[in-house]
């Protein structure tokens, strides 16, 4: 199964900006579109960002837009989530995963969308 492992996640306050890595194995990442969601308490985990395999093009959750920046390097089997002017708001577990098509990533729902997840990297802005 495919392999997982976010990083990067911390405590900052309001305004503040973090960077998560993912690096992926077990699965040809570079065939893979690639993608972000989060988990806060009580919510369900909710869709962030995605990147085409080719790294040309991106989709965001509107919640996000304008403040998140996903990237990829596939010779380092990597995704990132630049997050930049923190909110409160944005306070979840963060977790990465891989899909053959973009459109897996966008439509998920929950944690039952996928196989498989890593252990996520906590983001705590603080207000």
């Known amino acids: 199964q495919v392999q997982l492992a976010e990083s990067g996640g911390g405590l900052v306050q309001a305004g503040g900006s973090l960077r998560l890595s993912c690096a992926v194995s077990?699965?040809?990442?570079?065939?893979?579109?690639a993608g972000w969601f989060r988990q806060a308490p009580g919510k369900e985990r909710e869709f962030v960002a995605a990147i085409i395999r080719g790294g040309g093009s991106a989709y965001y959750a509107d919640s996000v837009k304008g403040r998140f920046t996903i990237s990829r390097d596939n010779a380092k089997n990597t995704v990132y989530l630049q997050m930049d002017n923190l909110k409160p708001e944005d306070t979840a577990v963060y977790y990465c995963?891989?899909?053959?098509?973009?459109?897996?990533?966008?439509?998920?729902?929950?944690?039952?969308?996928?196989?498989?997840w890593g252990q996520g990297t906590q983001v705590t802005v603080s207000s």
């Open positions: 995963n891989v899909a053959e098509k973009l459109h897996t990533l966008v439509v998920a729902r929950g944690v039952g969308s996928f196989d498989a």
């Open positions: 077990g699965r040809t990442f570079s065939a893979s579109a």
